[in-house]
């Protein structure tokens, strides 16, 4: 119980880090911008996105989160 809870802030972190970067990816890329809201299909496309950008980015932080378990300690 106590790595879940050592983990989960870092899930949350890398699902907010994915979101925001697949979001920010969308508005700054005109032609990406145009694809998805101009066509029928669209959202799924923007869903799938963000899917694989939270997916990367929370097993990303999950994985450094652990890495640096042992090192934590010696930081302080």
Do not use: K
Request: with cysteine.
């Amino acid at each position: 119980m106590e790595l879940v809870r050592y983990v989960l802030p870092h899930f949350i972190a890398g699902c907010v880090a994915g979101i925001l970067a697949a979001v920010v990816l969308v508005a700054t890329n005109p032609p990406l911008h145009n694809l998805i809201f101009h066509s029928d299909g669209g959202w799924l496309g923007f869903g799938l996105l963000i899917f694989g950008f939270v997916v990367t980015f929370s097993q990303a932080a999950i994985g450094a989160a652990i890495m640096l378990i042992g090192q934590t300690d010696d930081l302080q």
